[in-house]
């Protein structure tokens, strides 16, 4: 069956510093693949998207890579902030509209 | 751009009664709608996908008849929670794929609370 994993339940870093998160995917061959942020007791909002087709995407401190033959994403944050704080899911879709989310990392920015 | 409201954001109600959700798309039309749960510390678990004017297409497990769904138009769709029991208090959250896009755009969700 598919199987979303994210790296970490929970994942500390000091301000200023790189936050790397990452998605791991088994049984799925997804054309493109979604990171969302939550705040608690919120609704994911929409962060970035990158298809299958590209390596890697960028938006300001934000950057995304996917590899489909390792099956993983990264997900890096540069120079952190203790507003950065919050769980991080990816996403996983293939034109079908049957979304598979991972289960999320929480991020802490310390100041 | 691109939001999306949820109605209401929480709500409290005992158990027997039924329950509406409302979520809608306030600035763009959403084909497509979606309806998750989500438990304490876990991640987003769909229950149904609605397309406007069609029925439903509800994911294994989730019962149609306790969980009705009703997207009459593109910017409204409606989850009932129909017979609430204290198991079904959950966080609720729809979530709407604008046409001829692959970004889904999510509520701000609602907490019910069966009592």
């Known amino acids: 069956s598919q199987k979303i994993e994210q790296n970490s339940e929970a994942l500390n870093i000091q301000e200023g510093k790189t936050a790397t998160l990452t998605c791991n995917y088994t049984?799925?061959?997804?054309?493109?693949l979604q990171w969302y942020r939550q705040d608690p007791g919120r609704g994911p909002v929409f962060l970035l998207l990158?298809?299958?087709?590209?390596k890697e995407k960028r938006k300001e401190r934000l950057k995304v890579t996917f590899d489909t033959t390792l099956k993983q994403s990264l997900f890096h944050i540069t120079a952190s902030q203790p507003a950065d704080s919050a769980t991080y899911l990816c996403?996983?879709?293939?034109?079908?509209?049957?979304?598979?989310f991972g289960p999320g990392t929480r991020l802490s920015v310390l100041p | 751009g691109a939001v999306v409201s949820q109605h209401p954001s929480r709500v409290i109600c005992k158990s027997g009664t039924s329950v509406k959700i409302e979520c809608r798309s306030l600035?763009?039309?959403?084909?497509?709608m979606f309806w998750y749960r989500q438990f304490p510390k876990q991640s987003l678990m769909l229950m149904a996908t609605?397309?406007?004017?069609?029925?439903?297409?509800?994911e294994q497990g989730v019962e149609k008849d306790k969980f009705l769904i009703n997207h009459a138009s593109l910017t409204l769709s409606t989850l009932t929670v129909t017979s609430a029991h204290p198991e079904d208090s959950s966080f609720y959250i729809c979530?709407?794929?604008?046409?001829?896009?692959?970004?889904?755009?999510f509520g701000p969700g609602t907490r019910l609370t069966v009592l």
């Open positions: 979530s709407a794929l604008a046409a001829g896009t692959d970004t889904q755009y």
């Open positions: 049984n799925y061959s997804p054309a493109y």
């Open positions: 990158i298809r299958e087709n590209e």
């Open positions: 996403a996983l879709d293939n034109y079908s509209q049957n979304f598979v």
């Open positions: 600035d763009f039309q959403a084909t497509t």
């Open positions: 609605s397309n406007e004017g069609s029925k439903a297409t509800y």
